[in-house]
């Protein structure tokens, strides 16, 4: 799962293991370590209504129930949402034009623009 923060934007994209593990488990989470030894974490989880905090565990953001259902399970991009002044962007991510030595293009949507 990849994270985007910018200003009161939060975008997480998920590649297709993520998207399906979403639909069964009910959650994917992912974290950064750092040299000392602190650990960040950021979760997305289904839950009853789409929220968005940020507590000791790191961020977590969970989307509605039956709008994770439907996304998880169609062709649709992305799920938006605003919760107070944060605005949230979960998308599945798209397999680069220019592959990447450090991601499994296989994980990834195709992408539109892909010939």
């Known amino acids: ?3 985007r923060i910018r200003g009161d934007s939060l975008r997480l ?3 297709r293991p993520e998207v399906d593990a979403l639909r ?3 959650r994917v989470e992912d974290a950064t370590s750092f040299p000392d030894g602190a650990v960040f974490r950021y979760t997305l989880e289904v839950g009853a209504a789409t929220t968005a905090s940020f507590d000791a ?5 969970t989307l509605e129930r039956g709008e ?3 996304w998880c399970t169609s062709e649709s991009v992305g799920v938006r949402g605003a919760v107070g002044p944060s605005s949230i962007l979960v ?3 798209f397999a680069c034009l220019r592959p990447r030595e450090d991601e499994d293009p296989a994980e990834h949507f195709p992408h539109p ?3």
């Open 1 to 3: 799962m990849k994270l």
């Open 13 to 15: 994209r998920l590649t």
């Open 24 to 26: 069964e488990r009910g």
């Open 57 to 61: 565990r790191g961020i977590v953001v």
């Open 68 to 70: 994770a259902e439907a």
């Open 91 to 93: 998308e599945k991510d």
């Open 113 to 115: 623009d892909a010939k």
